[in-house]
């Protein structure tokens, strides 16, 4: 049973300067959230993944701003303590005022504790920077952009030293910008290392090795339900489980005592 006070950006904060890993799973419903943040689970992530592992779409990208506040509705039903993330969906930063009136959504509608966007372009940034100043925590994603899938496929990021610098300079200007934590999706552990070691912020990896501040994973992919299947780097912890509770309290006991992910 988790007795856990309500998480806060603060003690995120202070669990990275610590050394102590910060657990996130995503989830899109009261029940999982409430399964999720019984574990014990630091962070919850209502993704736009949902668009796939949950409404059957081939990627994120049909996702609306109205699922998201629907999905993150639910959640904040069910979790009573971790901090919720919610996905600003493909297109909703597509100009300041969408994106403005896309995270009071989310955060007035839904009670998300912070929303996340895609990329790091000047317009990404000058978002960041405006969300931030009106008090809106957000959350950076660098690395693979699924919402950018229909342009760049999906592909690891940072394969050469140039590119890695890219993703280095990007996480240093969310960071300026006023992001409070990053999300590294596959990219190299040297080059999660490197970014994890240089920002204040907290930064969560997922398919990046183990060395970030902690690891995200899809609720789906560690339960075997995904569509399609799941990645290469996720792992199903229900298959030696009785149930789905013992799954998810064994994928933040492996994240918070370095045994998941194994590769560096
Ligand atoms: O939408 C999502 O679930 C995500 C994670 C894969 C990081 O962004």
Not at 74 to 101: H, L, T, Y
Not at 126 to 139: A, D, R, T
Not at 166 to 184: C, F, H, P, R
Request: net charge negative; hydrophobic share 40%.
């Amino acid at each position: 049973m988790n007795t856990q006070k309500r998480m806060t950006l603060t003690r995120l904060k202070k669990m990275k300067r610590d050394g102590q890993k910060i657990v996130c799973l995503t989830a899109y419903d009261a029940a999982m959230a409430h399964w999720v943040d019984q574990a014990g689970v630091n962070v919850i992530l209502v993704g736009d993944t949902l668009g796939m592992v949950v409404q059957g779409h081939e990627t994120t990208l049909p996702v609306t701003l109205a699922d998201m506040v629907y999905h993150t509705q639910m959640v904040q039903r069910g979790n009573k303590s971790a901090w919720c993330v919610a996905d600003m969906p493909f297109m909703s930063d597509g100009s300041i005022d969408k994106a403005m009136e896309a995270a009071a959504a989310l955060m007035k509608q839904a009670r998300a504790n912070m929303v996340k966007l895609e990329g790091a372009s000047k317009r990404i940034l000058s978002i960041v920077e405006q969300l931030s100043e009106l008090g809106v925590p957000v959350c950076g994603h660098i690395g693979l952009l699924p919402q950018l899938v229909e342009k760049n496929g999906y592909r690891r990021a940072g394969q050469d030293d140039a590119s890695a610098r890219v993703l280095e300079e990007e996480a240093v200007a969310l960071e300026q910008a006023g992001a409070e934590m990053l999300v590294l999706e596959c990219v190299p552990s040297d080059t999660a290392k490197r970014i994890s070691e240089n920002l204040n912020i907290p930064v969560i990896g997922i398919g990046s090795g183990k060395e970030s501040d902690g690891q995200v994973l899809v609720l789906n992919d560690i339960l075997g339900t995904s569509l399609g299947g799941a990645p290469r780097f996720a792992k199903n912890f229900l298959q030696d489980k009785n149930s789905i509770q013992e799954a998810i309290e064994q994928y933040a006991f492996d994240v918070r005592n370095g045994h998941f992910p194994l590769e560096s």
